[in-house]
């Protein structure tokens, strides 16, 4: 009896939301850690590394809208045309992404010399302030 009252607690929490919301507080404190590891790296001259998991954060993001809005994951660029497409966001945030990830795709396959050290700081606010509007 005690199990079906508990099982019947979290069924409650469930379908209230509030698990969703409890997932997104833990999700937007692990993404904010991640980001001030990318501001350090910064700080230390590591732009590159700062830029991929600033990319990270981005991606992880992303992929977490699409699964919340029954869209199968898939590249940044698929990920943020079907996110736009499905109106989670308007053309100006995805174009705002679509350069986001530029940068992170330059900094993971090795292309420093594509993006700036002031290009890498600008991602980062952009996407704590990605992940601050839609976690």
Known sequence: MQVRAVFNAAKEDFDGGYLNSVRSMVQAEVF???LDQANELMKGG????????????????MRRLCEDAGIEPGSLNKMNADLTKA?????????????LADIRNNAAHGHPNKF????????????????????
């Open 87 to 99: 109106g989670i966001y308007n053309l100006l945030v995805n174009k705002r992404i679509t350069a």
């Open 116 to 135: 700036t050290k002031d290009d890498v700081v600008d991602m980062i606010a952009k996407v704590e302030a990605f992940v601050a509007d839609h976690v």
């Open 46 to 61: 590591y732009i590159v590394a700062a830029a991929v998991i600033a990319g990270v954060v981005l991606e992880t993001t």
């Open 32 to 34: 904010s850690t991640e």
